[in-house]
């Protein structure tokens, strides 16, 4: 299991929670929080979520101390003046990383109590990312520098090598 937790806060779209889940649990990370929401669409996790543990929480203020009992340094994935570019980041033991609200962002308290917030680059004509997408991009660029986990064979089970 790699020491990485991701928070997602608020997202109104439950496609997104469902597949952070499931890319959590890709990415071996210890466990996923989710904010503010009642349900999420488990079927897009594919039943990655009865494999990772997954927390919810009603509030920012009890994220943040759930964060300071766990030791866990907290990292938003933010575009704004204050922001450090994801691919020249270097991250803190115990990360837990934040995707915010999708028109929102992250909550001004959660930003107000991370040790870090980062960007990811935008090159085209797009100004932010979808938060399944960005979060996806910031846990494996987080696996990318700090990964602790044997990679799985997958090729042979998922897909047929040898076939034309």
């Keep these: 299991m790699n020491n990485l937790a991701l928070a997602v806060m608020n997202l109104m779209n439950e496609l997104n929670v469902g597949g952070l889940v499931r890319t959590a649990n890709s990415a071996a990370l210890k466990e996923v929080i989710i904010v503010g929401r009642k349900k999420w669409n488990k079927g897009a996790a594919t039943g990655d979520n009865s494999k990772i543990k997954v927390v919810k929480m009603r509030t920012s ?6 964060c300071r009992k766990n030791n866990y340094n907290i990292v938003s994935v933010e575009i704004g ?4 570019n994801i691919f020249e980041y ?3 033991e115990n990360t837990m990383l934040v995707i915010g609200n999708e028109g929102t962002g992250v909550p001004k308290k959660i930003l107000d109590n991370s040790v870090s917030i980062v ?3 935008q ?3 797009v100004e932010c990312l979808n938060a399944t997408i960005a979060g996806s991009i910031a846990i ?10 044997v990679e799985l064979n997958i090729i042979e089970r998922k897909f047929n090598a040898n076939s034309s």
Aim: aromatic share 24%; proline share 7%.
């Design 123 to 125: 090159y085209g004509g």
């Design 61 to 66: 203020d009890e994220f943040v101390d759930y």
């Design 90 to 92: 270097k991250y803190p």
């Design 140 to 149: 494996y660029d987080w696996i990318r520098k700090n990964n602790s986990c």
């Design 81 to 84: 003046g204050d922001s450090n």
């Design 119 to 121: 960007y990811i680059p």
